[in-house]
């Protein structure tokens, strides 16, 4: 039997890999609930006397607890995306105890049921709703839209010694704004949320139950994650090539000012190997920890650990990506400071359809903005002897 659950991605050291296996599955995931009282809460995370508990969910898109985003401009997800966990119920680190509700021998799993998700600019409204279960019809609930919300933060909260408590990610201490809203009769938002003229930078929208007798204790339904980037960006390539051609690639970022110092990346990858399957298995040790995508063993990098105290290299993030995809799936290329064409080589790639990623990195800022296209690579015509 399997549960399913859902996640997002998380990125920390090395040295922490059995917690970020399992804080990857809780920490900002879309969530919801089964029918029963049993299979309600799927999984907690404890630290000095704080308890977040997450809701078990399906993958439907009517009624499985996914918060969806729309408004800005849609970025294809690879498909499918969908995450396994395996292993232990209960590890306890440094005094966080996170633990899952399954049987020893249980594997969990989910499968993201959006095909896309949004990237915004300052001047899109940010528009959001919440299909449930029948579980949570008329239930009270709170909706916090936090500022600065992210991967980082919500490891901090749940790791680092320094962090008393987890209601400085949930209660106190962040840049939030509260809506209290009352769940219809199937468990849904009435009507859609809507966030106008947010400033660039990461959010995070979670849903808690609001009738909440134990103050210690934070119910979360659902959440999910966003960025707002400063500026538009439009890439300019061709939309069919012949097999074999290079692909030249032009980017601008719409009202960028011209001193700017930017990092340009481009990626081509096939269509059929654009997808994600996340497995981790875990015993509770470091070990005794595993994460693969796409059956690859994520240790097999080559990324030197020391490196996960700072940013990644340019060579090495390429190098990295590179490996991941495969070769003849697709091609990655990031410039120098401002170098705003690239050309992707292509020789190696097969005939058909693939995604142009395109984006663009401002030091001590972060993404700066983000753009994707479809292309064909079409076969090359046969030479026919006179």
Same mark, same amino acid.
């Given at each position: 039997?399997?549960?399913?659950?859902?996640?997002?991605?998380?990125?920390?050291?090395?040295?922490?890999?059995?917690?970020?296996?399992?804080?990857?599955?809780?920490?900002?995931?879309?969530?919801?609930?089964?029918?029963?009282?049993?299979?309600? &809460?799927?999984? $907690?995370?404890?630290?000095?006397?704080? $308890?977040?508990?997450?809701?078990?969910? /399906?993958? $439907?898109?009517?009624?499985? =607890? &996914?918060?969806? !985003?729309?408004?800005?401009?849609?970025?294809?997800?690879?498909?499918?995306?969908?995450?396994?966990?395996?292993?232990?119920?209960?590890?306890?680190?440094?005094?966080?105890?996170?633990?899952?509700?399954?049987?020893?021998?249980?594997?969990? /799993?989910?499968?993201?049921?959006?095909?896309?998700?949004?990237?915004?600019?300052?001047?899109?409204?940010?528009?959001?709703?919440?299909?449930?279960? /029948?579980?949570?019809?008329?239930?009270?609930?709170?909706?916090?839209?936090?500022?600065?919300?992210?991967?980082?933060?919500?490891?901090?909260?749940?790791?680092?010694?320094?962090?008393?408590?987890?209601?400085?990610?949930?209660? +106190? @201490?962040?840049?939030?704004?509260?809506?209290?809203?009352?769940?219809?009769?199937?468990?849904? *938002?009435?009507?859609?949320?809507?966030?106008?003229?947010?400033?660039? @930078?990461?959010?995070?929208?979670?849903?808690?139950?609001?009738?909440?007798?134990?103050?210690?204790?934070?119910?979360?339904?659902?959440?999910?994650?966003?960025?707002?980037?400063?500026?538009?960006?439009?890439?300019?390539?061709?939309?069919?090539?012949?097999?074999?051609?290079?692909?030249?690639?032009?980017?601008?970022?719409?009202?960028?000012?011209?001193? =700017? +110092?930017?990092?340009?990346?481009?990626?081509?990858? $096939?269509?059929?190997?654009?997808?994600?399957?996340?497995?981790?298995?875990?015993?509770?040790?470091?070990?005794?920890?595993?994460?693969?995508?796409?059956?690859?063993? *994520?240790?097999?990098?080559?990324?030197?650990?020391?490196?996960?105290?700072?940013?990644?290299?340019?060579?090495?993030?390429?190098?990295?990506?590179?490996?991941?995809?495969?070769?003849?799936?697709?091609?990655?290329?990031?410039?120098?400071?401002?170098?705003?064409?690239?050309? *992707? %080589? %292509?020789?190696?790639?097969?005939?058909?359809?693939?995604? !142009?990623?395109?984006?663009?990195?401002?030091? =001590?800022?972060? *993404?700066?903005?983000?753009?994707?296209?479809? !292309?064909?690579?079409?076969?090359?015509?046969?030479?026919?002897?006179?």
């Amino acid at each position: 039997m399997k549960k399913k659950i859902g996640t997002s991605e998380v990125y920390m050291r090395k040295c922490k890999l059995t917690f970020a296996a399992l804080i990857c599955i809780f920490a900002l995931i879309s969530v919801s609930a089964a029918v029963s009282e049993k299979g309600l &809460w799927v999984a $907690s995370i404890e630290k000095n006397g704080d $308890s977040v508990v997450f809701a078990n969910h /399906s993958d $439907s898109q009517e009624n499985g =607890g &996914w918060i969806y !985003l729309t408004g800005g401009k849609e970025i294809q997800l690879p498909q499918p995306l969908s995450f396994s966990y395996s292993g232990t119920n209960c590890v306890e680190k440094a005094g966080v105890v996170v633990k899952i509700n399954k049987d020893k021998n249980e594997e969990l /799993s989910f499968t993201y049921p959006y095909s896309t998700h949004p990237f915004y600019t300052e001047k899109q409204t940010v528009k959001m709703d919440y299909n449930g279960p /029948s579980a949570f019809k008329k239930q009270a609930v709170n909706i916090y839209l936090v500022k600065g919300l992210g991967v980082s933060s919500m490891k901090q909260a749940l790791v680092d010694a320094k962090c008393k408590s987890l209601g400085e990610i949930f209660k +106190e @201490g962040v840049n939030y704004n509260k809506t209290c809203a009352t769940l219809d009769k199937c468990g849904d *938002l009435s009507k859609p949320l809507t966030f106008d003229s947010l400033e660039p @930078g990461s959010y995070g929208i979670i849903i808690t139950l609001a009738d909440n007798k134990e103050s210690n204790v934070t119910k979360v339904l659902s959440a999910t994650c966003f960025e707002v980037v400063d500026y538009e960006m439009k890439a300019k390539a061709a939309n069919n090539i012949k097999e074999g051609d290079n692909l030249d690639v032009e980017m601008s970022l719409k009202n960028a000012p011209a001193d =700017g +110092e930017f990092t340009y990346g481009a990626l081509l990858i $096939s269509e059929e190997a654009y997808k994600a399957e996340v497995k981790v298995d875990s015993n509770g040790t470091i070990n005794g920890t595993d994460v693969s995508v796409n059956d690859f063993d *994520l240790r097999d990098l080559g990324v030197n650990s020391t490196n996960y105290k700072s940013k990644l290299s340019k060579s090495e993030f390429t190098n990295a990506v590179q490996t991941l995809i495969g070769e003849g799936n697709g091609t990655i290329s990031i410039g120098d400071k401002n170098q705003d064409t690239l050309s *992707l %080589t %292509t020789f190696d790639l097969q005939p058909g359809k693939y995604f !142009l990623f395109t984006g663009a990195y401002e030091p =001590g800022k972060g *993404l700066a903005g983000i753009d994707q296209q479809e !292309l064909t690579i079409g076969k090359e015509k046969t030479k026919t002897s006179p």
